[in-house]
């Protein structure tokens, strides 16, 4: 029906996010019904809901805002299970990157897939996004490090976006590792083909933003500061992968940058942090990569108690977070980050869709997209307590379901 007609989601316990940035606080309605009209919630009550053309019955369960996944490199060929056993075996992951392979092998599979076989990839994975309650997602370029291969990437992320129910935000990340033709020259390598790829983006429309990997192995501060003053004079957002191994200034640069978010920080220092949350930066926090790769996690705990804006994403890719499950991102933010429930669906809805400016979803509350979950639990906090439990009974976009599975709880 979405924007035509209207649907009434009745009988659910609602939880939600508070409009106001800033706000960490959950509100749990029992009994409560939504209104969406013309794909917009029109509005939420308790008890009867009035008349309309469709009517969900949620039988007593949770309802929360869809999720909203802000960081992945979901569009690629090729998986790397090789190099999970050589980690396993103790080679670092950016040891084997310097020897050629980990991002880098991912780009020789990359560069040699056509545009229509990495659309259909990017479905696929679309699809077990939606079945996982996302529907909202950032997907990343930066597995193709030359010109055809970056650009056809992009392409096929919008590609696989169209008429797709998970909305797609694409991003340029050129400068994600130098690639073997330019081996020992980052700084040539971003001023001949990642500088100029990001006018050429930008005058295409073909994303929104540019990310860099800022970080030794990678790319230096002052190249990091190169990519993203480019894209800044381009006109488009700026996010940053920050601190991710080691500390290296990322977080420092986000906020001298502006950027709308640094993401990774496992290493950051606290004090950059800091210049971070005054310069209003989103910390995306991505705690499978902690998990995947053996390292510290993330100061989520502190960071929400110092005040800053943190959102939660997967990494999905191929090498360091090969997770697409959002559910089990949110059971880590709990378990080993320390973040509450509350928390950690705030992180993973409003503030996650906030990094990626879309300011229109992520609570259930009057103006706001029609955009929800209904789960197979009376509570939303089973998706952060039951580690590997499919708990997604129905996934609503702008009033039409777009997915539903018969699940019984156990
Ligand atoms: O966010 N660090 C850079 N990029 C990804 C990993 C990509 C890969 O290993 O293929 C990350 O961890
Ligand atoms: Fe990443």
Redesign the pocket.
Known sequence: MGAEGSLVIENVTLSTPLPEQGSWQVVTTPDAYVVIEGGIVSEVGKGTPPRAESILDGCGRAAIPALCDP???AIFAGWRAREFEMRLTGKGYKEILAAGGGILDTVRATREASGDDLARLLRRRLDAMLSRGVLTCEV?SGYGLDVDTEIRMLKAISEAGKDHPVDVVSTFLGAHAVPGEWSGDGAGYIEEVVVPLIGEIARRGLAEFVDV?CEPGAFSVAESRRVLEAATGAGLGLRI?AD?LEASGGAALAAEMGCASA??LLSAPPDQLLQMRDADVTAVL?PG?ALVLGQPYAQGRWMVDQGMSVALGS?F?PG??PIIDMGLIMVLACLQMKMTPAEVLVAATRNAAMSLGRRDRGVVAPGYRGDLVILDAPQYTHLMYRPGARLVSSVISAGDVVFSEDITDL
Do not use: A, M, P, V
């Open positions: 960081h992945t490199h990343k990997f992968h991710e993401e990774h991505l990569t990494d890719n360091s977070s």
